[in-house]
Structure formats: C-alpha cells, structure tokens
C-alpha cells in the first residue's frame, strides 16, 4: 500500500527573438519600437522515485513537491530578424510546427537557473502560452548585498592582484534587468541576471523545488497578482542566471560539521575546504539555516526579489535599437586558437579532474575523498571506474593538453553507451538594442565572467557596434551543458571549478576569442540572415538515451481500503491558528503515472459562498506534498479542507483518477 501524505518553479528560460511580417511591423511600430511577448509553462517532471539533479548523489531520490518547476519566455522582436543539446532540439522541433519559418536555432536559446532540487533525466516538456505585442523595453542593474558568495576564494586569488583591484570583491553583486512594458507603459514583466547558484536546498532534500530562483519568480508574480495561482500569472518575472561558477548562496560561509572532533563547528581549511584533512564535513551555511534550508532559500529569493522590485518601480534607461542574434556551433576538442599576444595555444577533449568528485561546499562534498590533486587509493582503481573499457588512462597528448589538472575521468574519449560528455557547444549572442546577452554554454566562475564581458564590450565599441552605453551580461549555463569555465590561473588551481573545466586551461581564452570575432554579425547594418562559419552540429544522442528506473507496474490500495480513503484526517470542525500543524493522509497511488502538468497534486480549498475554491496548490511555498511522509500545511482565515489528486494503475487496464478529502477546519 502506497500512502499520499499532503501538508499545508524557473528550472528553464527560454529566450526567443523573432522576425515579424512588415504589415504586423507597421502597426506595431506606430505605437511602440517592439513586438513583445512573454510566457509560462509548468515543465516539473516525475516527482517521486527518480534521483534528483544537481547533486548527484544517488540517495537524493525525490519524494515529493516544495514547489512545481516552470519554464518562462520571453519575446523581443523588431522587422529585422535578429540546457541541453535534446531539449533545445525538441523545443525547436515544436516551435517549427507552431510557428514556420519564425524560430531557428539561430533566435532561441534554453538557459537553465541552474537549481540544484529539480528531477533529473529532464522530461522535455515546455509548454509557454506566448502572444505577442507592442511594447517598450527599459534597462538598469542594482547592488544587491548578502546575496552570494565566492565558494573557492583561493583559486579567486590566483588572478593577477591588479585585475583584482579594478572590483570590489570576489563575486558579481550587480542584477540587470530588462523590463517589459506594454504600449501604454505598464510593466509587464522583466527579465533579470544575478549570479549565484540554486543550491539553497542542500543535497537532503527530497523534495522537487525551484530553488531560490524559482522562489524569487514565484514571490515577485504572486505579490503582483496576489490571487493568480502560479504558473497563471499574467506579469511574467525572470530570474537568470549569471557567470554562477564559484558562486554560493550559502552566504554565511562553509564550515566543519564533525561532531566529536576539535575542528568542529570551525571554518574549513581555506585553501582545500576540508575538515580534518577530509571534504566530507565541509558544509556551507545559508543565511537562514538556523530556521530551515526553505528559510534561506526564501531570504536569497527575496533579495533578489527586492533588487527587481526596486529596477521595475524606478526609472530605467529606454532601450531603442535593432534586434539581432548569431549562433554558430564550436568543437572544442583540440581547437586551436591564436592569443592576443601572438600565442597559438589549443583546447582539449573533455576531462574531469579529481576535485571534480570531491565536491564543493555549495553543492556539497563529494561520496569519496578526493581533494585537489591525486589520492593513491583512486589511482589504484580508476581504471576500473573508468567509463570507457577501450581507453583506460588519458593517452600523453591529454595529458600534456589538460596539465595541470591530473584527470580522473577521461570523458572525451568515453563514448559508451553513448558520448559521456558534449565535444561541440553552443556559441550564441542576442543584441536587443544596447544590451547584448551572451549566452554561455558552461558555468563561469567570477573572473571569468568578467574577462569575456569586458573584451565583448570592447570589441563592440571599438568596431562601433554600440556605444559606451552597452550592457553585456552573462546568461547561462545555456543550451549544451560543457560544465565549467574558470580563467586559466583559476585552472591551475584545481579546484572543484577548475577540475570541471573540462577544455582544458584555455577554455576560457577559447570562448573570448569566437565570442569577440562574431559581434560583426550583432551590427546595425549586418546582413540579415548572415550566417558564420560552423563546425557541424553535434549529434542526436536522444535515441541512445537509456533509462535505469523500473516502471510503475501496479497501484493498490491494500486490503480494506480504497484510494482517496482518509487515513488521518483533520479533526472535523476543529480551529487552528495561522502558523499551526494541520494534517491529513490519504491512501494514494504512484505520482509518476500522471505528471499533472498544469495542474497539481493537492489543493487547499477554501468555502466561499458555499463553494468550494482552491486557494494553494502544490505550486505554492506554502504547501508540501509528501508520498509517504506528514508535515505541515499553512492557511489564512476562514473554513478550509485538504485535497488530494491521484491516478491509479491497475495490473490490467488504463489508469483511472481520483480524488479525496479531508474533513473542514477553520483558520481563526
């Protein structure tokens, strides 16, 4: 018998440019510069028996929902046209039957936020509800402070002292932000970039949630339409990601969790974040993790929150311009490349270097104790782990291209059952009059966010592209997912970032040099539809994707019972007070047989002139759904009662839903 325990999203983004027909274009332009649109679509996937992303820590099976998973879009179009390999793929698939001839993998990139509680395996669903219209554009950024930290300092302190010096700290404390507005100049949503990453909820929870940069969406849109429930909002709130890669919302720093040992409760080692000489009890701490890990969530959430907040009520620069994109596609394996300085240097087939499993304090310690460089236990047996039978140990070539990272797990040359690791990455720009996004497939440590940026804009106002005006900002990890991307004294380091640059020390360098030589294709008076040069695409692995997770074969309800039987119920007539334990259990059947998107797998129902609406779903930070376990439900006033919603498969037939109630409470 299964039990269904109910107490009381943005996993993706979607940017999407567009060319418009000239009559639609003329009428849009007597009253506005742009054609705009936003839009939201719920994409959360199996919510219970499937191991979780982020982490990857096979324990970290999820069993239930904190908060649904939703993917937003966001438009800008003028008459001139300007996550993941599989899902970009199939996302492009649908917009070409919707939309012929509108949407190419030059104007559509899938850039993830990065949270660290979704469902692993991405279910590739995405389901906007876009329209678009007239509109303007108004662009700003904000300090917000306590809202990241740097989790590796000193591979940071690697960089050159008088690069240091021109920055304030050691991570990116600004958010711009691009603010929709219709005709009439109303907003009607933004879309932001701040970095840091969605590890609020630690590698314990169970639960599939959004992290702080679904929090934030989701308390932004709800205070702007209090009695929308979420996922249909009309005022559409983006929370991006930026260069995260050494970022952490753990803001009250990493310390040793190692009860017994006289180093516990002491800061980590700063320079190899261990405890005792071991990762395994370096923690880092969120700044409410004194209350709960959704405590902190909720506080990175909300300072983000209150930096859009004060962009979107305030007086932001206009944005006029024309609309332009370019994407080109890059093998990264063995490129080479000419310096600045005249050096002709070359990137690398991927490999992960030994920190890679050690783990990092914000996503927490890896399963073994790999810390920096070589542990003998690991070069005894990596042969053993290695994912490729044919290729046991990196040949001299890798080596020598990797130094000075000792590889681990030489995943360029894995390709068993299929390619472990991406070859050829996503190189793409979006130019929305003077903000230009670069769209970044990796994670970009601080410094190097910062470095890409700068040389981008200076090679835009050199060439005359844009004015001293130009925003440039960092979106991603976007599109193929190449893991990280730190400068190369970062590199030398080795730590967790720099042995997950998986292209080798000149990564970095690699990306600065295509992203610089392709802003010509971002100029006013670019050849429209101009294509560059590209490697070839990389290949449809989707049909090789393979699949570990039993199926469900059968739901029952047990002996005695039926689904939707009340197994504990809320007192009937009982009063509680906001902020009070109410508890109900149903006997359920598996999640996995209905995702239920769009919809949700219990309610909190409010009687209202003798009706019965729903006033919180499993949507709503305020309610959790469990499978197997009781926990705490929040209400307001008034009389309410518990729902829940499930799906049952029989051993023979199709499967049937069905719901079930608790008794009615008040809430004084």
């Given at each position: ?119 692993g395996g991405y279910p590739e669903h995405l389901l906007p509800q876009i329209t678009l219209a007239p509109g ?49 100049g109303a907003a009607r949503g933004f879309l932001s970039f701040f970095a840091v990453h969605g590890t609020s ?468």
């Amino acid at each position: 018998m299964r039990e269904a325990t109910i107490r009381a999203w943005l996993c993706l983004t979607a940017f999407l440019t567009s060319s418009i027909s000239q009559a639609t274009l003329a009428l849009a332009q007597a009253q506005a510069p742009y054609l705009l649109g936003l839009g939201i679509g719920d994409i959360t996937g199996p919510v219970v028996e499937t191991n979780m992303m982020g982490y990857a820590y096979l324990p970290q099976t999820d069993s239930g929902i904190h908060m649904r998973q939703r993917s937003r879009a966001f438009i800008m179009s003028t008459h001139i046209a300007f996550g993941d390999s599989g899902i970009r793929r199939s996302v492009l698939s649908n917009l070409a039957t919707l939309f012929p001839g509108v949407y190419s993998e030059r104007n559509v990139a899938i850039v993830s936020t990065h949270q660290h509680g979704g469902v692993g395996g991405y279910p590739e669903h995405l389901l906007p509800q876009i329209t678009l219209a007239p509109g303007f554009l108004g662009l700003g950024n904000v300090t917000i402070s306590g809202g990241n930290r740097n989790r590796s300092p000193s591979a940071y302190l690697a960089n050159p002292a008088e690069e240091r010096a021109q920055y304030d700290g050691d991570q990116d404390t600004a958010l711009t932000l691009l603010r929709f507005q219709d005709a009439s100049g109303a907003a009607r949503g933004f879309l932001s970039f701040f970095a840091v990453h969605g590890t609020s909820l630690y590698e314990n929870n169970t639960l599939v949630s959004s992290d702080n940069k679904g929090m934030a969406a989701y308390l932004y849109e709800s205070s702007v339409e209090p009695n929308a429930m979420p996922g249909n909002t009309t005022f559409i709130a983006g929370f991006t990601q930026s260069n995260v890669g050494d970022t952490s919302p753990n803001t009250l720093g990493a310390f040793c969790e190692s009860p017994g040992k006289s180093w516990d409760g002491q800061p980590c080692d700063f320079n190899t974040s261990t405890c005792g000489g071991t990762a395994q009890d370096c923690h880092g701490r969120g700044p409410g993790f004194l209350i709960s890990d959704f405590e902190s969530n909720r506080i990175i959430a909300q300072l983000q929150v209150d930096g859009a907040r004060s962009l979107v009520s305030g007086s932001l620069a206009p944005v006029t311009g024309v609309v332009r994109s370019v994407h080109t596609y890059l093998n990264m394996s063995f490129r080479s490349f000419v310096l600045p300085n005249g050096t002709t240097v070359q990137t690398c087939p991927p490999a992960l270097g030994y920190s890679f499993a050690g783990g990092t304090t914000s996503r927490g310690p890896g399963a073994f104790d790999f810390y920096v460089f070589r542990n003998p236990f690991w070069e005894l047996v990596k042969g053993g782990v290695h994912p490729s039978d044919s290729v046991e140990l990196p040949n001299a070539q890798q080596v020598a291209c990797q130094y000075p990272k000792p590889v681990l797990l030489n995943t360029g040359y894995a390709h068993s059952p299929y390619d472990w690791s991406p070859s050829t990455v996503d190189i793409q720009m979006f130019r929305v009059g003077n903000l230009v996004i670069l769209i970044i497939p990796g994670e970009m440590t601080t410094m190097a966010g910062r470095r890409i940026r700068n040389a981008v804009r200076a090679r835009l106002t050199a060439d005359g592209i844009i004015g001293q005006d130009a925003y440039v900002v960092i979106a991603g990890p976007a599109n193929t997912y190449g893991h990280y991307v730190t400068t190369p004294e970062e590199y030398a380091v080795q730590r967790y970032e720099g042995a997950s640059t998986i292209f080798g020390p000149y990564t970095l360098d690699s990306y600065i040099d295509k992203y610089t030589n392709l802003v010509s294709y971002l100029a006013d008076n670019a050849t429209t539809g101009a294509v560059p040069p590209s490697d070839p695409a990389p290949p449809d692995l989707t049909s090789k994707a393979i699949s570990l997770r039993i199926p469900v074969i059968a739901d029952s309800p047990g002996i005695g019972h039926n689904f939707g039987d009340v197994l504990v119920d809320v007192p009937p007539g009982s009063t509680f007070s906001a902020g009070q334990t109410v508890l109900a259990q149903f006997v359920g059947a598996n999640p996995r047989n209905n995702l239920r998107l769009e919809g949700t797998f219990m309610s909190v129902e409010q009687l209202i002139g003798g009706s019965w609406l729903v006033v919180r779903s499993d949507s709503h930070p305020s309610t959790i759904y469990r499978w197997t376990r009781a926990n705490t439900i929040l209400g307001t006033s008034g009389t309410y009662r518990l729902a829940y919603f499930g799906d049952s498969k029989p051993l023979i037939g199709s499967i049937s839903s069905f719901s079930a109630t608790s008794s009615s409470f008040q809430v004084s």
